[in-house]
């Protein structure tokens, strides 16, 4: 059945609404919505630099991926198999980029052990996660399972205590950093497949022609 996304086609871009703090659950965060600017952001690749996202999705297309971290298996499973279509994103004019809280070190393990080629980054300070829209805190039930399990949450910026990670996303922006298309969904063992994203991401090119 074939993918039904909204694409905004006017040549305006709607005010960016920036949250402005994490959202109480997965399922109360609100994500950017197609039409709306992205911010400007920057955090560290894998090496420890300093990327600015901002400019980066603003140069060329964009899939934009949230993760929760490479301790995640739904999260690495699904980093694995967008290298399905990477190869077509690329043809189509599309950049790359995965987006989670894991410090620079943790990304490095990330790319090794999944084999991909394509960009990750860290927002250890959630960032990008916050500006998107899709923080949220941890439970204190989850969180403590967590902390059992050896899990290096975030912690959330004048309390320490508390923890966030992103609810996971899609992001599919345009050349003049518009977001096209979004998807999340806030059961994290449920993510978008390969083959949708590539349809949503021939329909964005598509709309733009």
């Given at each position: 059945?074939?993918?039904?996304i909204?694409i ?5 871009a709607l ?7 994490p ?26 630099e300093?990327?600015?996202l ?7 297309p ?13 999260c ?5 198999a ?11 004019g599309f950049?790359?980029?995965?987006v989670?809280?894991d410090?620079?070190a ?32 941890v ?9 059992e399990?050896?899990?290096d ?9 508390a923890?966030?990670?992103p609810?996971p ?9 518009v977001?096209?298309f ?6 994290y ?16 090119v598509?709309?733009?022609?």
């Amino acid at each position: 059945m074939k993918l039904l996304i909204t694409i905004l086609t006017c040549l305006f871009a709607l005010p960016l609404v920036a949250s402005a703090s994490p959202a109480e659950s997965a399922e109360t965060a609100q994500a950017l919505k197609p039409g709306q600017a992205t911010p400007q952001v920057s955090l560290l690749t894998p090496e420890g630099e300093s990327f600015d996202l901002g400019a980066a999705v603003r140069e060329q297309p964009t899939l934009l991926i949230f993760y929760r971290g490479g301790w995640c298996p739904y999260c690495n499973r699904h980093l694995a198999a967008l290298l399905e279509i990477e190869e077509d994103l690329l043809e189509l004019g599309f950049q790359i980029i995965a987006v989670s809280p894991d410090q620079p070190a943790a990304l490095q393990l990330t790319i090794a052990k999944n084999e991909l080629n394509y960009q990750l980054l860290s927002d250890r300070e959630m960032k990008a996660a916050d500006s998107y829209g899709v923080a949220f805190v941890v439970p204190e039930d989850i969180r403590t399972k967590y902390e059992e399990y050896g899990i290096d949450l975030a912690s959330v910026p004048g309390n320490p205590d508390a923890k966030w990670l992103p609810v996971p996303a899609i992001f599919l922006i345009g050349a003049e950093g518009v977001v096209r298309f979004v998807h999340t969904n806030s059961d994290y063992k449920l993510r978008l497949d390969p083959a949708d994203i590539l349809e949503a991401a021939e329909d964005v090119v598509g709309s733009s022609d």
